[in-house]
């Protein structure tokens, strides 16, 4: 097109392109405000609520080694499998049993809280949303299953990911 043509639809796309990038920055603020309320709403449950020994509201879990099913597969959850802006799970790899690293080792069930022990202040926790056979995730997780009768695993989750755990926390990291 000529270009006086050329000078309008550049002005054009400059002005959409603006509108674009105004409406990213007020959906950036609006997702930041959004997390300080979820956090607010967090901290304010959890600040009235008694400390309790978590050893005696989890059950102890299994371990197994997955070379005893040396040909067959099975779904292994690392750390990387954990988005940890929305604290779940978000991939599992599937492998066998001779290739299963020597880390997989924690068999996980459906509702079990996973909690990486590796750079805890990154907060890669999640729940198990799925009920799979040997199901594994690795060594650098702490699994907590809930005692039903005395503790809501979705209640101790929430209370994992709330800044009261991360400041207990924090000073224990080496």
């Not at 050329?6 to 409406?23: C, M, P, R, T, Y």
């Not at 304010?44 to 067959?72: C, G, M, R």
Request: proline content about 3%.
């Amino acid at each position: 097109p000529p270009l006086s043509t050329q000078s309008k639809i550049v002005a054009k796309l400059d002005e959409v392109f603006g509108n674009i990038d105004h409406q990213i920055n007020l959906l950036k603020a609006n997702i930041e405000d959004v997390e300080s309320v979820r956090k607010s709403a967090i901290e304010s449950i959890f600040d009235y609520h008694e400390s309790a020994i978590i050893q005696k509201l989890v059950q102890k879990t299994e371990t197994w080694n997955p070379i005893s099913i040396s040909n067959e597969t099975f779904e292994y959850i690392d750390i990387s499998s954990i988005d940890n802006s929305r604290f779940i799970l978000t991939e599992t790899k599937v492998i066998s049993g001779k290739e299963a690293p020597s880390r997989a080792k924690k068999l996980v069930n459906e509702n079990d809280i996973i909690f990486a022990t590796t750079r805890p202040s990154l907060k890669n926790i999640a729940v198990i949303d799925r009920d799979l056979k040997n199901l594994t995730c690795s060594t650098g997780f702490c699994v907590l299953r809930t005692k039903s009768e005395l503790l809501n695993f979705q209640y101790l989750f929430y209370y994992l990911i709330s800044d009261i755990v991360a400041n207990k926390i924090s000073p224990m990291i080496r």
